[in-house]
Structure formats: structure tokens, C-alpha cells
């Protein structure tokens, strides 16, 4: 299994950080992709080496940490970074009006910045979305030309807007929530495409059930695979393979 989402250099995992990724590789956990939250993310993750894991780095900053005026030099230093060939992605970005609406044309600033690296780095974008649908559809609207990849990580919308997020090229992230009683996620979940489908933990965040509460790691993520095979009626092997295959083909594993 891949995590396609997991923030495993934040210091939430400094105490027990190896025993975080033995517990992931015996839960059969092989890549971990990391968003960045911002630029100090990035010396986070080079510090986290290969094990039985392979880790992904990625570069941008998340919608809630966009600042009153964007860095002149912001889009010259993400397309730096995500043009290296050890950088898979660009995010995480997109918008979240959930936290705070103060910044809303900064954040949309910020989010036409990133789908423009994206475009120019030719890489997925990774995009975080909360109480702010309408806006982010558009966005990627605007920007699709049809060179744009990416995914909405952690999906939570309507069958109709994952429909809609489908036809604009984007592929959907799964996370703990569909694994909620009460969210009604898995309910949509089921009507749309298993194989626009990648996992994610969001690591800290976000624990699936029956770990809920507690900080999420990405040995969890067999919760939420468990789920998705409960959903789709397949066995855990095969919502294993399907959404391994995908994420590699997304990030382009396979070429290099
Ligand atoms: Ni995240």
C-alpha cells in the first residue's frame, strides 16, 4: 500500500518516528508521500531516509499558511523544488475557508500559483479543500488545459462534485473519514470510480475508525483499505493493487 498523504516529518513523530514506520511496513505500507505545510517542512523530510519505506518528498504551503502577501519569490522557489527529480508533487495548496475567510483572494492566489508549477513541473498537485468546493472546482477549472494531474486529498464531496472533480482530470484521495458512521462519505465513495482512487492517512490527522481521536499514523491506513474493500465488495488485495497502481501511475513511479 501506498499513503499518498502523510505529514510523517512533523514533530508529532519525533519521539517514536522509527517505530511509526516499522509499525507502517508491517501493516504493508511501502511509499509515503508528504505534503508539505510549508517551507519549513522541506528540511524536515530530506532528513527521513529510505528504509523499508520509500519517502516522497513534496513542496507548497497549505491554504491556512498562506500569509497576507504571497513571497515574490514564492513561485521561483516551489518550481526549484518540485523540478527535482526527488520531488513527486506540488502541495499541499487549494483552499480552505473553514479556519478563517480573512484571506480568501490570497489563498486563490496561492492555488492559481501552485496549478501553475504543477503545469510547469509537469507533477500532480495536491490539493486540500474545506468548506470551500465551489471555488476550488473553478479554480481547477480555470486552470486545466489538459497538461494539469492531481488529486483532492481527503475527499469528502457530493457524488456530483466528485464527478465533476473526475472530468477535470483530478483522481480522488481516500482517507479516514470514509470510514466514519456518521459522515455518509462511504455512501458516496461507493458510487463513484475505485480507480480514480489513491489512500491516504493524513498522518497526524484524521484517524480512521476504531482509531479515532487518536493521532493517526500510516499503519491505520488498513482501516480505511478494509473499508474500501468492504465498500466495492472486493478483498483487501485487490483495493490494494488497484489503488497502489494508480498512485505509482499519478506520480510517475514507474518512469524513473
Ligand atoms: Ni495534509
Given at each position: ?15 517514536d ?8 511496513a ?6 509515503i ?25 513534496m ?16 513561485e521561483?522557489k ?31 492566489k ?32 480555470q ?10 486529498h ?72 478494509e473499508?474500501l ?28
Amino acid at each position: 500500500m501506498i499513503d499518498t498523504h502523510s505529514h510523517i516529518y512533523l514533530e508529532q513523530f519525533d519521539d517514536d518516528r522509527d517505530e511509526v514506520n516499522r509499525r507502517a511496513a508491517e501493516a504493508g505500507v511501502t511509499g509515503i508521500f508528504m505534503p508539505a505545510i510549508d517551507l519549513d517542512s522541506i528540511p524536515k523530510m530530506e532528513k527521513l531516509k529510505h528504509t523499508d519505506i520509500s519517502f516522497y518528498k513534496m513542496a507548497g504551503i497549505h491554504p491556512t499558511e498562506v500569509s497576507d502577501e504571497l513571497p515574490e519569490d514564492l513561485e521561483s522557489k516551489l518550481t526549484e523544488f518540485c523540478s527535482r527529480d526527488d520531488y513527486y508533487g506540488v502541495g499541499e495548496t487549494g483552499l480552505d475557508y473553514y479556519w478563517s475567510t480573512e484571506l480568501v483572494e490570497q489563498q486563490k492566489k496561492s492555488f492559481h500559483l501552485h496549478c501553475r508549477v504543477a503545469k510547469e513541473v509537469q507533477k500532480p498537485i495536491i490539493i486540500h479543500n474545506r468548506d470551500s468546493t465551489d471555488d476550488m472546482l473553478e479554480i481547477i477549472e480555470q486552470e486545466q488545459d489538459g497538461s494539469l494531474t492531481g488529486v483532492w486529498h481527503c475527499f469528502n464531496g457530493t457524488v456530483e462534485e466528485g464527478k465533476r472533480a473526475l472530468n477535470l482530470g483530478l483522481h480522488l484521495g481516500i482517507g479516514g473519514v470514509v470510514t466514519f458512521k456518521n459522515g455518509g462519505v462511504d455512501k458516496t465513495v461507493a458510487r463513484l470510480p475505485l480507480e480514480k482512487m489513491i489512500l491516504e492517512t493524513d498522518a497526524p490527522y484524521l484517524s480512521p475508525t476504531p482509531k479515532r481521536g487518536k493521532r493517526n499514523e500510516p499503519a491505520f491506513m488498513k482501516y480505511t483499505a478494509e473499508k474500501l474493500a468492504d465498500i466495492f465488495g472486493l478483498s483487501l488485495e485487490e483495493v490494494d493493487k488497484q489503488t497502489t497502481e494508480t498512485a505509482r501511475r499519478l506520480f510517475g513511479l514507474d518512469q524513473s
